[in-house]
């Protein structure tokens, strides 16, 4: 191997080097030739030690831990059909949903279960005895499917209201 081989091995070799230390300096990654993190003295050892006595004096929050224990998932309550029921249609089957202004999904529930608490209802002010909503992914043949179910029930076209709005079910 001549020198200037040697001269073009040993500048691709820094240069591999240097983009490697740029690469884990990007990264975050600390890139030396030491292993420890203070320069020898004493002070920095005891500088480490009273942050680390700081940290510890530090009272953790009593309102918000950092990390819950356990995640509770709490499921709205069964809302009060005793005025309507709230009904969504997704894909081909029913989720029962609360009678809020933006519905939120409860259960799902069957057709029959549906005619049912439709029947028993006594209206709301307007007379409106069931209200459906549509997700996203409802089928058309679900919706007749169940409008049907409800005018068979005994249900009029005004106490059945068709909300066209799509609604964005949670869970």
């Known amino acids: 191997m001549g020198k200037t081989s040697r001269k073009i091995v040993f ?5 591999a ?3 490697l230390a ?4 990007q990264l975050g990654i600390p890139f030396g030739l030491g292993t420890g993190t203070g320069d ?3 002070e920095s050892s ?6 680390l006595e700081n940290t510890h004096a530090v009272a953790p929050s009593p309102t918000a831990p950092m990390f819950p224990d356990n995640k509770v998932v ?5 809302p009060d059909t005793s005025e309507m029921i709230s009904i969504v249609v997704v894909g081909t089957g029913y989720r029962w949903a609360t009678n809020e202004q933006a519905p939120k999904s409860v259960e799902e529930i069957s057709l029959d279960q549906i005619v049912e608490k ?7 002010a307007q007379g409106v005895r069931a209200r459906i909503f549509h997700a996203g992914s409802a089928l058309p043949s679900a919706e007749n499917q169940l409008m049907e179910s409800l005018k068979q029930a005994g249900l009029s076209d005004e106490a059945i209201l068709f909300d066209q709005r799509i609604v964005d079910l949670d869970s």
């Open 11 to 15: 500048a691709g070799a820094t240069i």
């Open 17 to 19: 080097t240097l983009s």
């Open 22 to 25: 740029l690469l884990f300096s």
């Open 40 to 42: 020898g003295n004493n």
């Open 46 to 51: 005891q500088n480490d030690s009273s942050d």
């Open 74 to 78: 709490v499921k709205p309550q069964k």
């Open 118 to 124: 439709a029947k028993a209802t006594k209206g709301n």
